[in-house]
Antibody, heavy 125, light 106 residues
Framework: QVQLQQWGAGLLKPSETLSLTCAVYGGSFGTYYWSWIRQPPGKGLEWIGEIYHSGTTNYNPSLKSRVTISVDTSKNQFSLKLTSVTAADTAVYYC???????????????????WGRGTTVTVSS | DIQMTQSPSTLSASVGDRVTITCRASQSIRRWLAWYQQKPGKAPNLLIYDASSLESGVPSRFSGSGSGTEFTLTISSLQPDDFATYYCQQYKSYYTFGQGTKLEIK
């Protein structure tokens, strides 16, 4: 049974860099995409970006200029960095595994099937 | 960007009721749609993928249907554990979620 354990700083000041890590236990790491998603207080879910074990990344265009997702395959971990945070970045941040749904006309599709418990990040001066 | 719109935003129902939540995509996403259940303070939990495939371990009272731009999640007979918020998500082009439907006890 795969489990995702995440950690990182929970309180930041404006302009600082958010840094979170997610470790994968109990399952294969190298055959999945891995994502970060966030949820502001009382609001819906927003996808931040994803990474494959090879290091290939994709980011939400709205956050792309501030986001870096990296992977450490030796530790079965992946990490999120979000620079220049503001109060609008206050949210619960989740890591998640993406399962392959299959392909259609040469494109592949993935959905999130296992989620971490979430890390609350508050940005406040 | 593909926008996802859920309706209703809030739904009041009783144990034993049959309920349906609708999700509409701003463009065709074929069947690349998932449904999640989220309870307060918890991570989302996958219920349905590929519009109508039931995730392993999810009770059979949950079902999904639809394709293209219109999708539904149906709970055939509400149980006390089902009162939660439900999100649809498209995965045809990156990932976007609906705004959520809060299912409340009437």
């Amino acid at each position: 049974q795969v489990q995702l354990q995440q950690w990182g700083a929970g309180l930041l000041k404006p302009s600082e860099t958010l840094s979170l890590t997610c470790a994968v236990y109990g399952g294969s790491f190298g055959t999945y995409y891995w994502s970060w998603i966030r949820q502001p207080p009382g609001k819906g879910l927003e996808w931040i970006g994803e990474i494959y074990h090879s290091g290939t990344t994709n980011y939400n265009p709205s956050l792309k200029s501030r986001v870096t997702i990296s992977v450490d395959t030796s530790k079965n971990q992946f990490s999120l960095k979000l620079t220049s945070v503001t109060a609008a970045d206050t949210a619960v941040y989740y890591c998640a595994r993406e399962r392959d749904s299959g392909s259609y006309l040469g494109d592949y599709y993935y959905y999130m099937d296992v989620w971490g418990r979430g890390t609350t990040v508050t940005v406040s001066s | 960007d593909i926008q996802m719109t859920q309706s209703p935003s809030t739904l009041s129902a009783s144990v034993g009721d049959r309920v349906t939540i609708t999700c509409r995509a701003s463009q065709s996403i074929r069947r690349w749609l998932a449904w999640y259940q989220q309870k307060p303070g918890k991570a989302p939990n996958l219920l349905i993928y590929d519009a109508s495939s039931l995730e392993s371990g999810v009770p059979s009272r949950f079902s999904g249907s639809g394709s293209g731009t219109e999708f539904t999640l149906t709970i055939s007979s509400l149980q006390p554990d089902d009162f939660a918020t439900y999100y649809c998500q498209q995965y045809k082009s990156y990932y976007t979620f609906g705004q959520g439907t809060k299912l409340e006890i009437k």
